[in-house]
């Protein structure tokens, strides 16, 4: 089994900041990406973030220069961080591990969500 646990989101004014964290824990044997996805009330589930496990990041477009992805690979660990943030960021994030278990299956693995509100 494979267990994603997020926290960090939370209420949060226009033009504030919050840090997401996404720790991975199970039989993990090895990470191709953990990523950050965002679903808003009435729209699909969309990519926000993603970091590959050499380190390469893509980002969507309306995020790009405001949030940042890291990752700590000794802590099975992604972050997020979101400066800059718009009433349009608000939306239930979820973090999302693309990896290896040690029985050799590949998996997509998600997160419970964690909601994040921006008010104007």
């Known amino acids: 089994q494979v267990q994603l646990v997020e926290s960090g989101g939370g209420l949060v004014q226009a033009g504030g900041s919050l840090r997401l964290s996404c720790a991975a824990s199970g039989s993990i044997f090895s990470i191709n990406a953990m990523g950050w996805y965002r679903q808003a009330p009435g729209k699909q589930r969309e990519l926000v973030a993603v970091?590959?496990?050499?380190?390469?990041?893509n980002y969507a477009d309306s995020v790009k220069g405001r949030f940042t992805i890291s990752r700590d690979n000794a802590k099975n660990t992604v972050y997020l961080q979101m400066n800059s943030l718009k009433p349009e960021d608000t939306a239930v994030y979820y973090c999302?591990?693309?990896?290896?278990?040690?029985?050799?299956?590949?998996?997509?693995?998600w997160g419970q969500g964690t909601q994040v509100t921006v008010s104007s």
């Open positions: 999302n591990l693309i990896g290896y278990r040690y029985s050799g299956a590949k998996g997509d693995y």
């Open positions: 970091i590959t496990g050499g380190g390469t990041t």
